[in-house]
Each structure stands twice: as structure tokens, then as C-alpha cells.
């Protein structure tokens, strides 16, 4: 079974220079996450979807970051315009949806490590 | 509010040594996960285990194993006899009732570097 995918897997741009990430998750898994993860650091949530929904974007910086679901399958998160601070790997997970009250464990992408200029 | 610390910033080891990283947590609920992951150098973080709050059930599972005591707020993982290729970031994470279950708080990371 194929697992999470994400693209690109590096990317460096100038500030305020527009970026976008992309990710596949695990086929019939109905929840997607995008985390942040700075250096030295443990990754933050971001945004999470269930099917095309998001659920919980608290946590997303909504003046210059974005994020779709359209079918409930990939999704692509983009920032613009970039700056210093959003260097950083980001992360997609994928969890099936789980009977309610269990703690399902998330699946994990290789990242895409944004290098901003 | 959900915490999670892990105080061991980096270990180093030489092979064949045992070893435990450690994993604090803070949290209101009585119901919640505890996890482990493992992020090798290639980037991908790579689920070891779930724990949940009523099973303080130590487990062991090959080379690994992880000690769950609830009245110290602790989840440490101890790898016996480590090998070079455990060499990795290992993240503890925090799931409550509270979220769902569905966010994940991680900790800051043990870097674990096994030499030959």
C-alpha cells in the first residue's frame, strides 16, 4: 500500500515569492492533516480536513496561508507571499476515520522542506 | 491544555548499549493516547505505538519497549541493545478526549545518535 505523498520534497524560493505543496494521502483515508515543523522542534498542526471539510484551522495563519480539499482526496497548501520565518518542513498526514473515542495514529509523509531566501 | 516534554534534547550511545528516552506529559482529560514516533533522517515520521490512558500495561516489542506510569505523567521508551540504524529523532505526542483524539501535541524531539 502506498503510503502519504508529498511534493515537492525541497523547495527554495525568495521572500515574497508565492509556494505551494501538495499532498496524497493514503487511499479511503478521510482525514488529512498539514503540520509545521521548525527546526529542532516536534511538528504543529496546521490545518485538518475531514473529507473536504476543514475542521480545525485555528492554528493557520490565515493572511498569507491557504489551504484546499476540493474531492475530499489531495490537498495543496499554499503560502503567499513567503517570508524568513516560514522556513520550515511541512508535513501531511492521513488518518482513517476511526470508530469514535479511539485515538487513531496518523501516517506520515516525507515532508516538503520549504527554504525561503 | 495538553503538554508534552521531553528533556533530552540528544543521547549518544555506542552500540549494543541500552537506552531510555524519556517523555513527560501534562493533560486535563482522563481519557487519552500516547504515542511515539520515529523521524530517521529521511524525513518521515514513522508511527512505533498508541497508548491509551486505562492501559498502563507496559509493552514490549522486540528490541523496544515502553514504560506508561500514570502517577508520574510519564511514557519512556527504551531501546535494548540499540543499533545504528535507531539513529533518529524520536517525538512523544499527546492526543485528548478533549480534541477528539484528533490533535496530535508532540513534543520537541530526542535525537538519538547509536555509534558502530
Known amino acids: 500500500e502506498a503510503g502519504v505523498v508529498q511534493s515537492p520534497r525541497y523547495k527554495i524560493i525568495e521572500k515574497k515569492q508565492p509556494v505551494a505543496f501538495w499532498c496524497n494521502p493514503i487511499s479511503g483515508h478521510n482525514t488529512l492533516y498539514w503540520y509545521r515543523q521548525n527546526l529542532g522542534q516536534g511538528p504543529e498542526l496546521l490545518i485538518r480536513?475531514?473529507?473536504?471539510?476543514?475542521?480545525?484551522d485555528s492554528q493557520l495563519p490565515k493572511d498569507r496561508f491557504s489551504a484546499e480539499r476540493l474531492k475530499g482526496v489531495d490537498s495543496t497548501l499554499k503560502i503567499q507571499p513567503a517570508e524568513l520565518g516560514d522556513s520550515a518542513v511541512y508535513l501531511c498526514?492521513?488518518?482513517?476515520?476511526?470508530?469514535?473515542?479511539?485515538?487513531?495514529?496518523?501516517?506520515f509523509g516525507p515532508g516538503t522542506r520549504l527554504t525561503v531566501l | 491544555a495538553q503538554k508534552v516534554t521531553q528533556a533530552q534534547t540528544e543521547i549518544s550511545v555506542v552500540e549494543k548499549e541500552d537506552v531510555t528516552l524519556d517523555c513527560v506529559y501534562e493533560t486535563r482529560d482522563t481519557t487519552y493516547y500516547l504515542f511515539w514516533y520515529k523521524q530517521p533522517p529521511s524525513g518521515e515520521l514513522v508511527f512505533l505505538i498508541r497508548r491509551n490512558s486505562f492501559d498502563e500495561q507496559n509493552e514490549i516489542s522486540g528490541r523496544y519497549s515502553w514504560n506508561f506510569q500514570k502517577s508520574t505523567s510519564s511514557f519512556n521508551f527504551t531501546i535494548t541493545a540499540s543499533q545504528v540504524v535507531d539513529s533518529a529523532v524520536y517525538f512523544c505526542a499527546l492526543s485528548e478526549a478533549g480534541t477528539g483524539f484528533q490533535k496530535l501535541v508532540f513534543g520537541t524531539g530526542t535525537r538519538l545518535l547509536v555509534s558502530p
Open positions: 498526514a492521513s488518518s482513517p476515520l476511526g470508530r469514535a473515542g479511539s485515538g487513531n495514529e496518523q501516517f
Open positions: 480536513y475531514e473529507n473536504e471539510e476543514a475542521v480545525d
